[in-house]
């Protein structure tokens, strides 16, 4: 099966400063790639995702990009700001399949 | 728009004892999900619905998880009887046609295993 791995488990950043999260797979057929905000006390949350027909997507401040030859996608957050702070975990699937394979997550905190 | 409720928020147990979670997603969503998310790492799948059919129960283990959507709305998970390990948060997930449409996570249940 698929395995995601993503690092690093704790980053901090001062306020206006950039982020960036890295996750690598293993299964060269995943294909679809979101990225989930979890705060505290809640459900993860999408903020973003990427297909493989495209190298990079961006949100305002939050982009993400994808090498397949690597298989490696991070998530980069500009301007960081305090509600930025949470725990943000990637995942890899196939389009055509059910699991979602996340990482084990990255705690972000942004100090301002 | 109302979100994904789950009840309890919160559960201690003793080991062998049993235990249930119960889920009300988001109205007209087909696709219901479990989730298990044990401290420190990413939410793993137990069980997918479509409408009240099974889509995919592959990582559930059966001799002491069961799950139910019998209306195709709600839907309760069972652990019965509980291990240790099984201290973990339990996410439910909808979404409106499954697929890769957008997942919407509740709260979660945090369930303690003692």
């Known amino acids: 099966g698929e395995n995601v791995e993503q690092h690093p488990s704790t980053l901090s950043v001062q306020e206006g400063d950039s982020a960036v999260i890295k996750c690598t797979y293993s299964d060269s057929a995943s294909n679809y790639f979101p990225w989930y905000k979890q705060e505290l006390g809640k459900g993860p949350q999408l903020i973003i995702d990427?297909?493989?027909?495209?190298g990079e997507k961006k949100d305002q401040r939050i982009a993400v990009t994808l090498n397949k030859t690597a298989k490696h996608f991070s998530l980069h957050i500009t301007e960081t700001q305090p509600e930025d702070s949470a725990v943000y975990f990637c995942a890899a699937t196939r389009l055509t399949g059910n699991q979602f394979y996340f990482g084990t997550g990255t705690s972000l905190t942004v100090i301002p | 728009e109302a979100g994904v409720a789950q009840s309890p928020r919160y559960k201690i147990i003793e080991k062998r004892q049993s235990v249930a979670f119960w889920c009300n997603p988001i109205?007209?969503?087909?696709?219901l999900y479990w989730y298990q998310q044990i401290l420190g790492q990413g939410p793993k799948l137990l069980i997918q619905f479509q409408n009240n059919g099974v889509v995919d129960d592959s990582q559930l283990p059966k001799d002491r998880f069961s799950a139910e959507r019998l209306k195709g709305v709600d839907s309760t998970l069972k652990i019965q009887p509980a291990k240790l390990e099984d201290s973990a948060v339990y996410l439910c997930?909808?979404?409106?046609?499954?697929?890769?449409?957008?997942?919407?996570f509740g709260p979660g249940t945090r369930l303690l295993v003692l």
């Open positions: 997930a909808s979404s409106l046609a499954g697929g890769k449409e957008t997942q919407y």
């Open positions: 990427i297909r493989s027909n495209v």
């Open positions: 109205s007209g969503h087909a696709t």
